[in-house]
């Protein structure tokens, strides 16, 4: 056995099977979640979640309330602690936390039980912290991931959430049988697709390594599920290249912030494959008339195959490309901050930051060593 720490790359490159894997046991997986959820009738859907976990979240949310037909609210921690809270009776409410070690989303478990709510925990780590504070605690499917800076722990909620939607669909009679087969028929595909684009990924990198390891700021545009993609993607870029990093959707992005664009900027589009498609490409290639350290994610024959990776595969439901578009990010953030040498963070942050004020219990040290 190898003594060689694992990184995000390890994750990465091992995604494809997690995923397959959680596929083929949808039921199994999700099924304690799905029991509680059809209990009664629904109003709405809460995520309380943040970091990655709000980004996964994120990503998944259209494929929720398209295959749900509820309203899918997500919320941050401390938001839902602060005052957001205002709980319809008949509202489904869970939080989030891959480590199970987030003090936030602990708090806002205890939260819940004073509320009288049922306190249920999504997690990787059904014995962290999370089983003492949880009514219910369930493991979403990631499986194991020590790395902080985590790439699995997205892919598999985002995965979950979408087999949660599509099972207790069907228990709820918003999904019917033939639907399930063909959206669990796409996603078995998903583990190939991930690896496509992990290769296109590459290619990419390679091509453009002097612009991807020169980057000042990067505005990461997008909608829907694009915009979660982009979302991840911001902090990913952010966290590990250590470098001004945000994500928009797409409007939001040319009715404001677009004014600081300049030729040293770096602007990354992800087109949604839906109503958003033609929009994300006109801001790509508006982008492009300003600087040329810009890129998209896109089919369109309107762009540039040298500054596009392109999805080869058929594309039935693209609320669900956040399960192998995700790499995208994750590999350009590794290895831009391996040849950047930043994997170090500043010796302030490290000294006084991390003394200063704590996100974790004690148990990450055990359950996220690297």
């Not at 929009?279 to 089919?299: E, G, K, Q």
Request: hydrophobic share 40%; net charge negative.
């Amino acid at each position: 056995m190898s003594d060689t720490k694992p990184t995000m790359l390890t994750y990465i490159e091992q995604t494809p099977e997690q995923l397959k894997r959680n596929v083929e046991r949808a039921e199994e997986l999700t099924g304690a979640l799905v029991d509680l959820y059809v209990q009664r009738p629904r109003h709405a859907i809460w995520i309380v979640a943040c970091g990655s976990s709000f980004n996964g979240a994120l990503c998944a949310r259209y494929f929720m309330m398209r295959y749900l037909k509820r309203e899918v609210k997500i919320v941050p921690p401390a938001t839902f602690i602060f005052g957001e809270h205002d709980l319809h009776e008949d509202d489904f409410v869970f939080v989030i936390s891959q480590s199970g070690c987030s003090t936030n989303s602990i708090q806002a478990l205890d939260l819940l039980r004073e509320l009288g709510i049922t306190a249920i925990g999504l997690t990787g780590n059904v014995e962290s912290d999370f089983k003492d504070h949880a009514d219910l605690v369930v493991d979403y499917g990631v499986g194991e991931e020590t790395v902080g800076y985590v790439t699995k722990g997205v892919a598999t909620l985002a995965q979950f959430l979408m087999l949660f939607a599509i099972e207790a669909g069907v228990r709820t009679g918003t999904v019917t049988p033939e639907q399930r087969v063909a959206l669990l028929d796409e996603m078995a595909d998903a583990p190939r697709r991930h690896e496509a684009v992990q290769q296109a990924t590459w290619d990419l990198y390679r091509r453009h390594i002097a612009d991807f390891t020169s980057m000042t700021v990067v505005n990461h545009v997008g909608f829907l599920q694009a915009y979660g993609i982009a979302s991840e993607g911001a902090l990913k870029f952010g966290e590990t290249i250590q470098i001004p990093s945000f994500a928009y959707e797409g409007e939001e992005w040319i009715h404001g912030p677009n004014l600081q664009l300049t030729p040293n900027y770096t602007v990354v589009c992800i087109d949604d494959f839906g109503p958003g498609s033609e929009r994300a490409v006109d801001i790509y290639l508006a982008a492009r008339t300003v600087t040329d350290h810009a890129f998209i994610i896109s089919n369109s024959d309107r762009v540039d195959d040298d500054h596009a990776i392109r999805l080869p595969f058929d594309i039935a439901e693209p609320l669900m490309m956040p399960l192998y578009v995700l790499p995208f990010y994750q590999i350009i953030a590794h290895q831009a901050t391996t040849d950047l040498h930043r994997w170090e963070k500043h010796p302030l942050f490290e000294e006084r930051f991390r003394k200063a004020i704590s996100t974790k219990t004690d148990a990450i040290d055990t359950i996220m060593p690297n």
